[in-house]
């Protein structure tokens, strides 16, 4: 039996082919990304740009000829994210994508770059100190250096970024139906198809899928980016993955942001179980998908869990891509919660920011009270197609 949710009311019905459609209907095509979001965004990027400037001009004494051109071209660079990133939320062609992938490898240098901008400036500072005669001769010395640092570390964020790792967890689940016992799990997360990973990054993971041979896939979310994109095309190759007991999805934020009934339309179409605030029984387990757009409110999601009246004695696993609502899935009975969306960080100095924001349940499998919590670092990327401190994996799971 399956479950709805309409407003406040939780509803149990058996699953049908028009079902899923029906959910669709009564939701939100497109949740837009606040203005003041994309402001900040902006400002940050200007203000990382302006300190590049100065440091540069500084440091390695630069006349007229070289800053003009230079200040241009750094304000130039400072609109591309976020131009491109609007565009790709409106339209798709070669040179959007081309645009974007281009915008976000450089923010990505940016990132580190401001950072060592940054140790610049707090060197110079240590030298005027210690070596006040000799500072000016070391000045451009090191920021030659620290610059140079700056751009091999994101050489490297980038390489990384494209290795995707196969990492292996055990999950003990109190009252395992026999016939799961030894049974594997992929769980994949943060793929994010669009203008950065097309429809080579889904053959990716399908070959993944076939060295692993799991009995059954969960996508916690995040599949797409959320740009407009060709969402049969790019996803192709996943519809490829043949589990025995399926393939199972449920939205993240990103498929949120663009047209959610689309991307859940053309997986559907695929051959994936989208679950939209749905529970189905899989030999004797439940599988439940609940929606990011159904999980931003906790009185919503509150409403939902209760009305599943989950039976203790069997478990359950819950695909939600935000590692949080813990206390609420956990009071629901779930035995264990999938998720993703941290990414780990991606990159510091969010890796750091991530942590402050959902603590231990940042990564990795972790306990809840009598709830799993399996939090994946994703196997994509968002913004700068970079890794730095953090890894992209794909995590195989056997149910002991």
Known sequence: MDYSVTGSDVQPRVSSPAAPQAAEAAKPVRRSIPFAAVAIMQTIIFLGHVLLYVTWKSFWSLDRDITMPLGAVLLVLSLTFVTSTILGFRSTNAFIAVFYKLAAIW?????????????????????????????????????????????????????????????????????????????????????????????????????????????????????????????????????????????????GNHEDHGDAAG???????????????????????????????????????????????????????????????????????????????????????FTWFTQRAFGKFTYGLQRFGNLQVLTSSGAGTWGPPMRVGTAPEVILITFA
């Open 107 to 251: 923010l990505g240098f940016l990132n580190f770059l401001v950072w060592a901008a940054c140790l610049c400036w707090a060197a110079d500072l240590f030298l005027r100190v210690t070596l006040p005669h000799a500072s000016l001769e070391v000045r451009p010395w090191v920021a030659l250096i620290l610059f140079g640092i700056a751009v091999i570390v994101s050489l490297f964020g980038f390489v990384n970024a494209r290795l995707i790792r196969e990492r292996r967890v055990t999950v003990k689940l109190p009252n395992l139906p026999e016939a799961w016992r030894g049974r594997k799990a992929m769980l994949v997360s943060d793929i994010h198809l669009g203008n950065v990973n097309g429809a080579g990054f889904s053959r990716r993971i399908l070959k993944i899928f076939r060295r692993l041979d799991p009995s059954i896939v969960f996508i916690a979310g995040d599949l797409y980016d959320g740009s407009v994109v060709d969402a049969e095309r790019l996803a192709r190759p996943l519809f490829e993955m043949k589990a025995p007991l399926g393939v199972y999805f449920s939205e």
């Open 263 to 349: 991307f859940c339309a053309a997986l559907r179409d695929g051959g994936i179980r989208v679950l939209r605030s749905e529970v189905v029984d899989v030999e004797g387990v439940k599988i439940i998908g609940i929606p990011y757009a159904d999980s931003v409110y906790p009185m919503h999601f509150a409403t939902f869990m209760e009305g599943l009246q989950l039976d203790p004695s069997q478990p359950s696993i819950l695909l939600n891509h935000v590692p949080n609502r813990l206390p609420i899935t956990e009071k629901a009975g779930v035995s264990l919660q999938l998720s993703g969306h941290t990414h780990g960080g991606q990159v510091f100095p």
